[in-house]
Nanobody
Framework: QVQLVESGGGLVQPGGSLRLSCAASGSTFAYYAIGWFRQAPGKEREGVSCISSRDGITYYRDSVKGRFTISRDDDKKTAYLQMNSLKPEDTAIYYC?????????????????????WGQGTQVTVSS
């Protein structure tokens, strides 16, 4: 079993940056792909990005390509989501989750039910 804890959220102005972290417990972190998802009020949870295990192949939903960067440090059992040029529409609770591979539709991670273990989420608010 894997336990995930997200951190790094907060309030930022449009155009600003945040780096989210996803810290994992357990010895099998390196074997899992890590996905980042988000859920805005009144909306369904949507996939943002995913990074595979071993070869570190990355995937992004179209709306964040060129602005967000996913990475992982298996020695630290931590995954990251660097978010630049943030927009108000990026406001949501952000979650990380594990899967054996990056389940996705095209380059968009998901559906969420294909991911196994989840963190509790961290709030990101983009507002002036």
């Amino acid at each position: 079993q894997v336990q995930l804890v997200e951190s790094g959220g907060g309030l930022v102005q449009p155009g600003g940056s945040l780096r989210l972290s996803c810290a994992a417990s357990g010895s099998t972190f390196a074997y899992y792909a890590i996905g980042w998802f988000r859920q805005a009020p009144g909306k369904e949870r949507e996939g943002v990005s995913c990074i595979s295990s071993r070869d570190g192949i990355t995937y992004y939903r179209d709306s964040v390509k060129g602005r967000f960067t996913i990475s992982r440090d298996d020695d630290k059992k931590t995954a990251y989501l660097q978010m630049n040029s943030l927009k108000p529409e990026d406001t949501a609770i952000y979650y990380c989750a594990t899967s054996l591979v990056c389940r996705r539709a095209g380059t968009t991670p998901g559906p969420p039910e294909m991911y196994d273990y989840w963190g509790q989420g961290t709030q990101v608010t983009v507002s002036s």
